[in-house]
């Protein structure tokens, strides 16, 4: 109770949950993780996140950083002992500041992606980080994990997204890094080094990130298409003709369309006959700077000119943005239509674009001769080459059956993933679910190199331990 | 000379060089910095980079990389101690792949930056990093150095170029990074600590570099402006206009291009009467993946725009690529001309565009009270917030005058970048030049993080002592 009346004295007693308040930080959103906890901390600045892991060394205190809590890899749960403190980012409301001249926004790490979004917006500007959770996953997680999302192709990654940070270290001290220059060789590139770390080394407490024009028009176009590799030389001739005006490339696999349109009817794949039977879709999207028009004509130009060669059997693009919607909302409608099907088997993985064809053709015949009859639910940024490659139990198993073979299913597409060069955690992490498969497919310099790191920056091993890497004996 | 014989004996007698051979890797291309070694060795593969790395720190042979010897702060020259060995990637000159489909290439540490553009043009691609060396500066140092640029603007820096790199680690390991994959969470960003860190903590002997589509077009406009303010105000329409097309925006102060003509009479300013003899220019570069006559088309309806709303006084677009190359000329030809006009003070910094203005007029007012009748040289990548800004004695000052005055210019400009959130070193690095500055103007946490790391991933303290960090006692 000593712990305990020592953060009240430091936050005041609203600020440091316990029992059923603290609850909902103790379990991840989808149920998946759970552990136990002193408390739930809330500091409401950087100066007490500061303060309160100063304490948590002098108390050998482990720290647990928690933002949205919507992570997909237990990296925000704590472990089960009850020794750990959370310590929720969710007070750090603040955008600090937005420079339209400079095309950078300072925000605090507990800001909501979409209050990001909208005051970019408010500005005239775009940041472009989106991805499905953004209404309720803060910019200090997104900076933890490195989040993905829909536009990566042409504004990459958060790291990508971001010129300066501002940390809390592992020893409680303030690092004041939110620089707003897009040039600056004075060291060593610790901003990357904390993007990316998932809370073990740091706490990231505020950022200060780019922002972009507003594009003046977005167009999608859906495509019909025979196999991935006309779909990799499609990718090719987009990058080529439309520029970086190409924001999306996604695949989509034939029965990933007909699973939504038979989970709702109210949808409609836009193509008849044959086209509607292929085995492969892609949605592209385009933002233009000039107009709809002119975004419709590029469109027209160059899967005109896929058509003609080949690569393109059928192709709708889009008229208004309405329509533009509905496209993109066939696609967002596949993670929803998957779930209805019952549970699956969830893999995000990259591949290099150029071995993509062979990975899925390779994985799926080595997982139908395991599991015979299994069904293949694929789709993915292949701009990125990034795949949900996904596994749905059919008609031929019970769900019980399914998370009986989890296990050897996981292990058998990460040895495939291996295979073809490629990485078992795309865009979500490791957190507590991969840490465990990471020194077998890591090279294992790589591994040491990082527990030096971790050593180094977190000597007395308080941050978010157990995740990424195993916990020091 | 039992030192010697054991490097003669891994690499045979041809591979070490000493005496009249080393001269020219023992002093910097200016002429700056010049030190002594023990001899300079030069591996012909990765493995042999690993086993002199393990020598040396078998031997406590401490480590100086080197690729094409061009930088710019004497970060790759070794001290007077006469202890050090030079290690020249020299030898290490394989592009070992290209994957078209997956847009990457693999290229060796000694590759020549031109080399390496070729290739990728060879295979219908871009690799946009471009600068004044690249015809004998290597990828390697590249890397070491994070080199910026004139296509920073739409490509960002080498670090953004970079998906994956393999690196002989301090201790004489091989870390295997090279990784082809545009998204890949995991675990901690090592790729971005090595680029940039300039040798000290380990050694680059290969990357995974991005490649782009080469733009169908290239068009050029030169613009004249009344004011900073007015081109940081068009930056921004021009970032609008153009989105991601536009590939240069280069600020020149109007006594820079007086002095080109006046020093290359067959090279003229292209306006009449008061259009050419404005305060500032600003050079614009559009890649369109259109036409030569839509990038015209789209520079006259944004500068047209820019025109009408009284922030462009005059602007001339390049009619064909002949206009474009001599527009671009006259910018080139700034550093040549400067220096025609004898020694001068550079800077190479960086400020938030949006307090550029500021910050010109600020530090040009202090300059002029402590140093009267000096003059500004001023020029830079104003997309990037990047300015070369430079002193020159003019008529006022003789040379030697100028040279002790330098420590005292150096020291006021760096203080003034210090106030406005700059940084003292943009793209050129810390190497010995700006090592005792970094201290002063670093946030002291961000300096106990980088000694932290340096420590952990070179316990031996071999990796070119001396440079970015002070050496350990």
């Given at each position: 109770m000593k712990l305990l009346d020592e953060l009240v004295g430091m936050?005041?007693?609203?600020y440091v949950l316990t029992g059923e308040d603290a609850q909902s930080y103790l379990v991840d959103w989808r149920g998946r993780y759970s552990g136990q906890a002193i408390a739930v901390a809330r500091p409401g600045s950087v100066q007490e996140v500061a303060e309160l892991i100063k304490w948590c060394v002098a108390n050998k205190v482990p720290v647990v950083p928690q933002g949205g809590?919507?992570?997909?890899?237990?990296?925000?749960t704590p472990d089960?002992?009850?020794?750990a403190l959370v310590l929720?980012?969710?007070?750090?409301?603040?955008?600090?500041s937005i420079d339209t001249d400079n095309d950078t926004m300072v925000v605090e790490a507990g800001c909501i992606l979409q209050t990001v979004q909208q005051a970019a917006r408010d500005a005239?500007?775009?940041?472009?980080?989106?991805?499905?959770?953004e209404g309720s996953c803060t910019i200090g997680g997104n900076l933890a994990t490195n989040a993905g999302g829909?536009?990566?192709?042409?504004?990459?990654n958060t790291r990508e997204l971001v010129l300066g940070v501002e940390v809390v270290t592992a020893e409680g001290e303030i690092m004041h890094g939110l620089r707003g220059l897009r040039?600056?060789?004075?060291?060593?590139?610790l901003r990357d080094l904390f993007i990316g770390s998932e809370g073990t080394l740091g706490i990231i407490t505020a950022a200060t990130i780019k922002l972009f024009p507003l594009p003046v028009a977005q167009c999608t176009a859906l495509v019909g298409l025979r196999s991935i590799n006309d779909a990799v030389s499609l990718l090719s001739n987009a990058r080529k003709g439309f520029g970086p005006a190409l924001t999306g490339f996604e695949l989509i696999a034939g029965a990933c369309l007909h699973g939504v349109v038979e989970c709702?009817?109210?949808?409609?794949?836009p193509f008849e006959g044959e086209s509607a039977q292929l085995p492969w879709y892609a949605l592209l999207e385009l933002s233009d700077s000039e107009s709809a028009e002119h975004a419709r004509e590029r469109f027209e130009t160059v899967v005109g000119d896929a058509i003609e060669a080949g690569l393109v059997v059928d192709a709708v693009i889009a008229e208004n943005i309405s329509q533009s919607k509905a496209l993109w909302h066939l696609r967002e409608s596949i993670p929803l239509a998957e779930k209805t099907f019952g549970k699956s088997i969830k893999h995000d993985v990259s591949i290099p674009v150029s071995r993509m064809a062979e990975f899925v053709e390779t994985t799926n015949a080595a997982l139908q001769t395991y599991f015979p009859g299994i069904q293949h639910v694929i789709f993915g940024h292949l701009g990125d080459g990034n795949l949900h490659y996904n596994i749905a139990r059919g008609s031929q198993y019970s769900e019980e059956q399914l998370l009986g073979m989890q296990d050897a299913i996981y292990e058998l597409v990460h040895e495939s993933v291996y295979q073809f060069d490629?990485?078992?955690?795309?865009?979500?992490?490791?957190?507590?679910?991969k840490r465990d498969a990471l020194p077998r497919y890591k090279d294992p310099v790589e591994m040491k190199l990082m527990r030096r790191i971790k050593q180094a920056l977190d000597p007395h091993g308080i941050?978010?331990?157990?995740?990424v890497l195993a916990s020091r004996k």
């Open positions: 936050l005041g007693r609203q809590n919507t992570g997909l890899c237990g990296g925000a089960d002992s009850g020794t929720s980012l969710g007070r750090l409301t603040q955008v600090r005239d500007r775009l940041f472009p980080l989106s991805l499905a959770a829909t536009q990566v192709l042409r504004y990459g040039k600056d060789n004075t060291g060593y590139d709702y009817p109210q949808q409609r794949i490629g990485s078992i955690s795309a865009e979500h992490g490791v957190g507590q679910l941050m978010n331990p157990g995740k």
